[in-house]
């Protein structure tokens, strides 16, 4: 058996406000939104929607915690439970896991950095059926149902093709206009003053000084206790409004949620094995005045220690890759190329290998995590120095929102300019690639720049700090 069971074309309804519809009439709880800003580009066409939880992986804890899994070992099992399924479909993507991966995973890969414990699972990942698939650019959506049921991964025809009836029935009911994004109040705090920021840059630069460090990737966290009853939908909304992105993303699950405007794709793996990586490197803000936005552009462009830092990530992304990749295989068809995006200008390089055929998708992540443009080189001595500083645990941010596919294809982002929800309480984190030239004031303001469209999803933004003000 194989391939999509059920499927059905539906017309077209924007994938957040389809999302709020369904979570107001079944809740949110597991709900999985892969968005895209949909802008035509190539990495932009499909966004997905699935919110009814068939099963979970979930995993918390360190190696040496006897209650503790593997979340590499877990999604190894997970795709090996729904791989009878895989096959060909209206979609890139017609089925598996969904869900994030946490930064500190990486203690079950390299024990020597002093990993911090997130309030979040490692990992969790849901399997859903149906799942809805959003084509941006034919602007339609297909419903797929394998007919899944918790007790059986077997597949059931009679199921699915029930399931694709009714969610076709329901599409007449759901509204079709975009729904109008709900005020959020909250206050913020910093929980790195900016000026604890840029001394701790100049510690960065210190080491590397010493030779101890190339680069790192330092981060700095807000965080907010929300003031009305935590609606992720509504933050999703308003970030999403905020700050589009072409690897945005919701997961829900248990209290916890990620809530993404991420325009860093980490790895793609198709089922025929081959990779692709985009990291992000060099950064400066948008103008309104069309002059100096080109400007800013060419400064970034033509910016020696931007390039650098650009080419640094992308040789140990060569690296990583190396390890499962076939000889000969990894090449960079662009190097440092130039992206704007609607608050900031990036230079985005592109990787590609070739899987070995004895390797899998897992092996890949083993291999590659946590990603090397938001760690630094060398990568675990990087994490460890950062591990030193930050004083919060990253959780999802730095980690990724995914999607494992029952036919092994692999989709994922790098979680950056994102929000962490955990109960009431809102974190929001950015970072800067710091290497030995950087100018700590200027990575501080950079760092503001990131996080600006984070805390403007609240209406009560009032940034504190004691002793200091916000940049």
């Not at 900031?344 to 590609?352: A, I, N, P, R, Y």
Request: proline share 7%; aromatic share 6%.
């Amino acid at each position: 058996m194989s391939g999509i069971l059920a499927a059905a074309r539906l017309s077209w309804r924007d994938p957040w406000a389809t999302a709020r519809c369904v979570a107001a009439l079944e809740g949110n709880d597991g709900l999985v939104l892969l968005d895209q800003d949909s802008d035509g580009a190539s990495t932009s066409r499909w966004a997905y929607l699935g919110w009814r939880v068939i099963r979970q992986l979930r995993c918390r804890g360190f190696p040496g915690d006897p209650q503790a899994r593997d979340p590499f070992a877990e999604l190894a099992a997970g795709l090996q439970a729904v791989a009878h399924l895989g096959g060909e479909g209206p979609a890139p993507f017609n089925g598996g896991w969904m869900g994030w991966l946490a930064y500190e995973a990486g203690a079950w890969i390299e024990s020597r950095p002093t990993w911090k414990q997130p309030d979040e699972p490692l990992l969790w990942a849901a399997l859903h059926d149906p799942l809805l698939a959003f084509d941006l650019r034919q602007r339609h959506v297909w419903v797929l149902s394998h007919g899944l049921t918790p007790g059986s991964l077997a597949g059931n025809r009679a199921l699915a093709e029930q399931r694709v009836a009714a969610v076709g029935s329901l599409w007449q009911q759901l509204p079709t206009a975009v729904l109008p994004s709900i005020p959020v109040s909250g206050r913020w705090h910093w929980c790195t003053e900016p000026r604890r920021f840029a001394d701790q840059v100049r510690q960065v630069k210190r080491w590397i000084a010493a030779g101890d460090l190339f680069q790192a990737n330092l981060s700095c966290c807000c965080e907010a206790t929300l003031a009305d009853a935590a609606d992720p939908m509504a933050l999703y909304g308003l970030l999403r409004q905020a700050s589009p992105a072409p690897f945005a993303g919701l997961a829900i699950s248990a209290g916890d949620a990620v809530i993404s405007a991420s325009p860093e794709r980490f790895l793609r793996a198709g089922a025929d094995g081959w990779i692709e990586t985009r990291p992000i490197k060099g950064t400066r803000p948008r103008a309104r005045d069309p002059a100096l936005d080109a400007d800013l552009a060419v400064e970034l462009i033509t910016s020696p220690k931007d390039r650098a830092e650009n080419v640094m990530i992308v040789d140990l992304l060569r690296n990583d890759l190396g390890r499962v990749c076939v000889p000969g295989s990894i090449r960079v068809p662009v190097l440092a190329g130039h992206e704007p995006y609607r608050q900031v200008h990036h230079l985005t390089s592109v990787v590609e290998g070739q899987l070995r055929p004895d390797h899998n998708v897992v092996d890949l992540l083993r291999a590659c995590w946590p990603g090397g443009s938001i760690s630094g080189a060398p990568k675990v001595r990087a994490c460890r120095r950062l591990a030193e500083l930050e004083p919060v645990a990253r959780g999802p941010y730095c980690g990724s929102l995914f999607q494992l596919g029952c036919d092994g294809q692999w989709d994922s982002s790098i979680v950056i300019r994102s929000l962490m929800l955990h109960g009431q309480r809102l974190r929001a984190h950015a970072g800067c690639g710091i290497v030995a030239d950087s100018d700590p004031d200027a990575e501080t303001a950079e760092m503001a720049v990131k996080i600006a469209a984070l805390r403007s999803v609240l209406s009560d933004r009032v940034y504190q700090s004691p002793g200091s003000t916000a940049p």
